[in-house]
């Protein structure tokens, strides 16, 4: 099984993640924050992947700390589960729909962090969760997953669907590009022999 734990502790933050890449969609969240964990349970069920987070932050300052450092430690999380990189997909896509909103995301387990953000929300909060911690909790993930990860709402006027649809979408493109292909059964899927 690809999976790991990761414990992270900060004056700001203690946080502790665990993540199965080959798991069933089974997870448990502990954030503090409703509509994180309602986005974090996305990724896991279509990901198709065990994730568990729970999280004590600064939520008495703002959710900056906690969104961020969550995503920076299930980036690290996931760099321990995918191993060396041998045999998987790499690569992969997903569109996805919700009532009005679509959001299409592209990602390349390149070892090469990158994130183009392209979603311009309708409001500035869902409930009480700003909008603006969509960006820094996939910037946290990216930088520490080494993943280049482009996600484009293309459609959408409601905000709650238009991050719905991202983070379903992530959790499918995620899915495909950490799967194991027959055809490349042990070999580092790129021509410089490393990710």
Do not use: W
């Not at 321990?80 to 997903?94: E, Q, S, T, V």
């Not at 709402?153 to 409601?158: C, D, I, R, T």
Request: with cysteine; proline share 2%.
């Amino acid at each position: 099984m690809r999976s790991a734990e990761v414990v992270r502790n900060t004056l700001e933050t203690q946080i502790t993640v665990a993540i199965n890449l080959d798991g069933t969609g089974v997870s448990q969240f502990s954030t503090g924050l409703g509509f994180l964990d309602h986005m974090l349970d996305q990724i896991a069920r279509h990901g198709m992947m065990d994730i568990s987070v729970n999280a004590k932050g600064d939520l008495h300052i703002d959710a900056h700390h906690t969104v961020e450092d969550i995503g920076i430690t299930l980036g690290q999380a996931f760099t321990k589960a995918i191993g060396d990189k041998k045999g998987i997909r790499r690569y992969g896509h997903a569109y996805v729909p919700l009532d009005e909103a679509l959001s299409r995301v592209v990602l390349d387990i390149s070892g090469r962090p990158g994130l183009e953000f392209g979603c311009v929300f309708t409001r500035a909060s869902i409930g009480e969760f700003d909008v603006d911690l969509i960006h820094e909790f996939f910037q946290g993930f990216v930088n520490h997953a080494n993943v280049t990860l482009h996600i484009d709402n293309l459609k959408g006027h409601n905000a709650h669907h238009q991050a719905e649809t991202i983070f379903k979408a992530f959790g499918r493109a995620l899915r495909v590009a950490v799967e194991l292909d027959s055809r490349m059964a042990g070999i580092m899927p790129s021509t410089k022999g490393s990710l």
